[in-house]
Nanobody, 128 residues
Framework: QVQLMESGGGSVQSGGSLRLSCAASGYNPRTHCLAWFRQAPGKEREGVAAIDGHGKTSYAESVKGRFTISGDDFTNTRYLQINNLKPEDTATFYC??????????????????????WGQGTQVTVSS
């Protein structure tokens, strides 16, 4: 059973940085696609970044250049580095995982329904 736990959220000022962590158990990073989603108040959940079992990364256009997804296979932890935070980044951030036969993420990686496993989320609040 895959279990995911996010951490690293907090309250920061605009322009600051955060590194979110997603600790996984029961999870083989070589055979899963893992993605980060965010959900702002009153808005739908949005896929922002994904990493596959080969280290290939994908990003939403809206976050390219500011968000970086990475992973540590030894600790089974995936990270989301967020730089130059903006008030509109205020959201709950979730990591999600799906098993993939070839360890790849699909072209639909931004769809919530792609993922069977979800963490509880970590809150990011950015003040101006």
């Amino acid at each position: 059973q895959v279990q995911l736990m996010e951490s690293g959220g907090g309250s920061v000022q605009s322009g600051g940085s955060l590194r979110l962590s997603c600790a996984a158990s029961g999870y083989n990073p070589r055979t899963h696609c893992l993605a980060w989603f965010r959900q702002a108040p009153g808005k739908e959940r949005e896929g922002v970044a994904a990493i596959d079992g080969h280290g290939k990364t994908s990003y939403a256009e809206s976050v390219k250049g500011r968000f970086t997804i990475s992973g540590d296979d030894f600790t089974n932890t995936r990270y989301l580095q967020i730089n130059n935070l903006k008030p509109e980044d205020t959201a709950t951030f979730y990591c999600a995982a799906r098993m993939s036969n070839f360890g790849t993420c699909s072209s639909s990686w931004q769809r919530e329904t792609e993922y069977a496993y979800w963490g509880q989320g970590t809150q990011v609040t950015v003040s101006s």
